[in-house]
């Protein structure tokens, strides 16, 4: 099975209310965003981080029909994560459903599909529901199937604990990766931890903390020192130090100029992993706390739970 690339796009383009990048007109949204896609699929990314509730699935799907026809990239070569929910007004993950996310990005099958929220719809009311879902996925899940991989996104200890207590249950495959936000401000040191020991990937969504790089260098003035001294930008710096981790990043971008610096990080990672002491001294950076509201909710959410995965029943014995 393939590996999923250290870094991808993140297409969450111009959606976010009240944000610098944000695109009021919907179709200029879309076009933008097949736009990016193509050029960061020129630029060498191949790893597209997608969502259903971004609302431009259709944009996708035109940039990889454009991108497939002219030979950017062959599929084969291409990581595509999806993240969908499990809606109560929608159907369970289901094969149809899956064959419609399938049909709206134009693809055979996900690198990666991942449940993005433990709070919509009833997927954590019980054990019963957890696990009706996530058998769901565990069926599509193969090489030759609708999913390669799964896992989940904005899943905490609370949530992870309950989901690998099932998968332990009904001998049901283990979530790959789970899909959250840390960066300089957030490290979800503990989560993080907890993740890499459970044989679960983590994947970076806002990396650079939706921050301009002034922010980021006024709140830590030792990154453009730092940054000098190794001779690559402080964008590439932060971006290396998370995938020197382990870490998969997706930044997004619509710029050139920034979709070509955070690529560029790739270049410069041997030279990162090598430097621990480096490393180290970013972790050890004050967190300031989530910049999305995201987090916060979600750990909530798992504080909240009051059920747990209940044991097997023991084996029947047999009488003479």
Same mark, same amino acid.
């Given at each position: 099975?393939?590996?999923? %690339?250290?870094?991808?796009l ?25 736009? #990016?896609?193509i ?121 992870? +604990? ?9 001998? @049901? ?10 960066? &300089? ?20 969504y806002?990396? @650079?903390?939706?921050?301009?790089? *002034? ?17 690559? #930008?402080?964008?590439?710096?932060? @971006? *290396? ?6 870490? #998969?990043?997706?930044?997004? *971008?619509? *710029? ?5 610096? +955070? ?29 999305t509201? #995201? %987090?916060?909710e ?6 909240s @739970? ?7 029943? %023991?084996? &029947?014995?047999?009488?003479?």
């Amino acid at each position: 099975m393939k590996e999923i %690339p250290h870094i991808g796009l993140g297409t969450f383009i111009g959606i976010e209310q009240n944000a610098p990048g944000h695109i009021q007109n919907v179709q200029e949204r879309l076009e933008k965003t097949t736009e #990016t896609i193509i050029r960061a699929l020129q630029l060498g990314y191949r790893h597209l981080d997608l969502a259903e509730c971004y609302g431009n699935l259709t944009a996708v799907k035109a940039a990889l029909k454009r991108a497939f026809a002219e030979g950017i990239v062959e599929r084969q070569d291409l990581w595509i994560t999806m993240k969908a929910d499990v809606f109560p007004m929608k159907p369970r993950f289901t094969p149809q459903r899956m064959d419609e996310l399938l049909n709206t990005v134009g693809v055979e099958y996900f690198d990666l599909f991942l449940i993005h929220h433990p709070t919509v719809g009833a997927l954590f009311d019980n054990e019963e529901s957890l696990t009706e879902s996530w058998s769901d996925l565990d069926a599509l899940t193969g090489e030759e199937k609708k999913i390669r991989c799964i896992g989940v996104s904005n899943f905490y200890e609370p949530h992870l +604990n309950r989901l690998l207590a099932i998968c332990e249950k009904h001998d @049901l495959i283990k979530p790959y990766a789970n899909e959250i936000e840390v960066n &300089m401000f957030s490290k979800e040191k503990e989560l993080v931890d907890f993740c890499r020991t459970n044989n679960i990937k983590v994947i970076a969504y806002s990396p @650079l903390g939706y921050a301009m790089i *002034s922010v980021l260098n006024s709140i830590y003035p030792d990154i453009p020192r730092l940054a000098a001294e190794v001779e690559i #930008t402080e964008i590439q710096l932060v @971006l *290396s130090w998370l995938m020197a981790q382990g870490i #998969t990043v997706i930044p997004k *971008s619509t *710029s050139e100029a920034h979709l070509l610096e +955070n690529i560029r990080s790739l270049d410069h990672l041997p030279k990162i992993k090598a430097l621990p002491a480096l490393i180290q001294e970013l972790n050890d950076q004050y967190d300031i706390g989530p910049v999305t509201s #995201t %987090p916060e909710e979600n750990k909530k959410h798992g504080e909240s @739970l009051t059920w747990d995965v209940a044991p097997p029943p %023991p084996a &029947m014995g047999h009488s003479c």
